[in-house]
Antibody, heavy 126, light 108 residues
Framework: QVTLKESGPALVKPTQTLTLTCTFS??????????VSWIRQPPGKALEWLGR???????YYTTSLKTRLSISKDTSKNQVVLTMTKMDPVDTATYYC??????????????????WGPGTFVTVSS | SYVLTQTPSVSVAPGQTARISCGGN??????VHWYQQKPGQAPVLVVY???DRPSGIPERFSGSNSGNTATLTISRVEAGDEADYYC???????????FGTGTKVTVL
């Protein structure tokens, strides 16, 4: 069974650094074609793609947050870590991790997020 | 960056057909994926690669994509279809994933 689950603090103060962990099972991020993304959703608003880490350790970040984001993986622990610096109240959101590359064995760049974690809500407030 | 625009809301009576559009520049030249998100839940993939359905998704959900518009069609709408729906593509110029602005489907 393939699952993903986000974990981390529910509350961070402005200017602090947020660290979230996505722990997954049922697949390996060392398998060619596998990728994990972070996506967030402020209350009542749309989904926003934040970034992605690929099986070959390539990383991509949304342009507007590129200077604040870092994504890393620990293949042995089946974990992907998101770090976001200089947190602000506007960063209050539900943060999701989701898998790419699980629908086919073909290696593609344009495939869909076939599985998502349940999300973790992060409040930024003093 | 690539922008996907969706109609904010669609209302439909039970048993009728809901059509949700996703507009983007020449979107027909790429594949589009669709997600359903119910309140308090994570998104769920309902259509991928324009018109394919993951296992467990009813045939009532279908998709099409041409020109500058992709469409998710929900036939014989049920109360349980009430949710937010998001389209998503891969932007080849940046190698980033992009989500649409979302459409709230209300079942009357």
């Amino acid at each position: 069974q393939v699952t993903l689950k986000e974990s981390g603090p529910a509350l961070v103060k402005p200017t602090q650094t947020l660290t979230l962990t996505c722990t997954f099972s049922g697949f390996s991020l060392s398998t060619r074609g596998m990728r994990v993304s972070w996506i967030r959703q402020p209350p009542g608003k749309a989904l926003e793609w934040l970034g992605r880490i690929d099986w070959d350790d390539d990383k991509y970040y949304t342009t507007s947050l590129k200077t604040r984001l870092s994504i890393s993986k620990d293949t042995s622990k089946n974990q992907v870590v998101l770090t976001m610096t200089k947190m602000d109240p506007v960063d209050t959101a539900t943060y999701y991790c989701a898998r790419l590359g699980g629908l086919t064995t073909e290696v593609r760049r344009d495939d869909a997020f076939d599985l998502w974690g349940p999300g973790t809500f992060v409040t930024v407030s003093s | 960056s690539y922008v996907l625009t969706q109609t904010p809301s669609v209302s439909v009576a039970p048993g009728q057909t809901a059509r949700i559009s996703c507009g983007g520049n020449n979107i027909g030249s790429t594949v589009v994926h669709w997600y359903q998100q119910k309140p308090g839940q994570a998104p769920v993939l309902v259509v991928y690669d324009d018109y394919d359905r993951p296992s467990g998704i009813p045939e009532r959900f279908s998709g099409s994509n041409s020109g500058n518009t992709a469409t998710l069609t929900i036939s014989r709408v049920e109360a349980g279809d009430e949710a937010d729906y998001y389209c998503q593509v891969w932007d080849s110029s940046s190698d980033h994933q992009v989500f649409g602005t979302g459409t709230k489907v209300t079942v009357l």
